[in-house]
T-cell receptor, first 112, second 110 residues
């Protein structure tokens, strides 16, 4: 089975711009979760989607949003980028109960 | 205060030696406790998952233990290899809420 894929792998944006990141889960997995990882804060949960519905949400501002499509692929959008948004964004897919999560390689976002 | 504290922050050991990483948590009750290994620039990979009723779980040279009374977990690595150099992250889940430790950075030297 192919693993979780994320595109792009690297991205450089300037403050004020917006960005969209994509995640394709493992075939058959319907749950997709997004995480932000920074050296200072570690891993932080952004949100989780299951069957196109947001099932859980972390404590991030409304500039961070996401969606999931009928094929379980998910996108994450960050609007009005700030320098502090520079991070590794990870997505993880799992089956319904989210017991075992499989992470993608991440997208490294740099905001200048 | 973080609900999941890991120690040490970093650790350097020689190849072939054993080591133990610690995870103390205050999340209670919890659904499961996981240990992940994360290589630099890559996503975390699951090593072990334990429910609150399990005491130990092994995955090759990795053995995780859990003491629900003291709210402590440890990850023991046996006969370390250079490829074990990575960050090890402890995650405690409560319903749909996941709490992450800051991780322990392990370096294995030849």
């Amino acid at each position: 089975k192919a693993g979780v894929t994320q595109t792009p792998r690297y991205l450089i944006k300037t403050r004020g711009q917006q960005v969209t990141l994509s995640c394709s889960p493992i075939s058959g997995h319907r749950s997709v979760s997004w995480y932000q990882q920074t050296p200072g804060q570690g891993l932080q949960f952004l949100f989780e989607y299951f069957s196109e519905t947001q099932r859980n949400k972390g404590n991030f501002p409304g500039r961070f949003s996401g969606r999931q499509f009928s094929n379980s692929r998910s996108e994450m959008n960050v609007s009005t980028l700030e320098l502090g948004d520079s991070a590794l964004y990870l997505c993880a897919s799992s089956t319904r109960d989210a017991y075992e999560q499989y992470f993608g390689p991440g997208t490294r976002l740099t905001v200048t | 205060k973080n609900q999941v504290e890991q120690s040490p922050q970093s650790l350097i050991i020689l190849e072939g030696k054993n080591c133990t990483l610690q995870c103390n948590y205050t999340v209670s009750p919890f659904s499961n406790l996981r240990w992940y290994k994360q290589d630099t620039g890559r996503g975390p990979v699951s090593l072990t998952i334990m429910t609150f009723s399990e005491n130990t779980k092994s995955n090759g040279r990795y053995t995780a233990t859990l003491d629900a009374d003291t709210k402590q977990s440890s990850l023991h690595i046996t006969a370390s290899q250079l490829s074990d150099s990575a960050s090890y992250i402890c995650v405690v889940s409560k319903s749909n809420d996941m709490r992450f430790g800051a991780g322990t950075r392990l370096t294995v030297k030849p």
